[in-house]
Nanobody
């Protein structure tokens, strides 16, 4: 059993900043990747940022230069620092990870989501 929990969602004014965090817990042998997705009202869920095991972090074009993600391998956490937020960034942000436990094959897990609203 593996759990992903997001924290930090809030209401923010346009141009403001916000930090989200995701923590993976449970029986974990290996984390192959951690990522952030988001889903805006009436739209499909989209990829935002991903951290692979080689330490590389990649960003979607829509957030490059504004969002920064950091991975703490020792604590099994991943943060998403967002700046210059725009109304179109309003969405539910989800943590995603591919994880293997002490038994069984790797599986994909999702967090419950964190609401980020950018509005005056």
């Amino acid at each position: 059993q593996v759990q992903l929990v997001e924290s930090g969602g809030a209401l923010v004014q346009p141009g403001g900043s916000l930090r989200l965090s995701c923590e993976a817990s449970g029986t974990i042998s290996k984390i192959y990747s951690m990522a952030w997705y988001r889903q805006a009202p009436g739209k499909q869920r989209e990829w935002v940022a991903i951290s692979t095991h080689d330490g590389m972090i990649h960003y979607a074009d829509s957030v490059k230069g504004r969002f920064t993600s950091s991975r703490d391998h020792a604590r099994n956490t991943m943060s998403l620092e967002m700046s210059n937020l725009k109304p179109e960034d309003t969405a539910v942000y989800y943590c995603n990870s591919i994880v293997s436990s002490d038994v069984g094959s790797p599986n994909e897990y999702w967090g419950q989501g964190a609401q980020v609203t950018v509005s005056s």
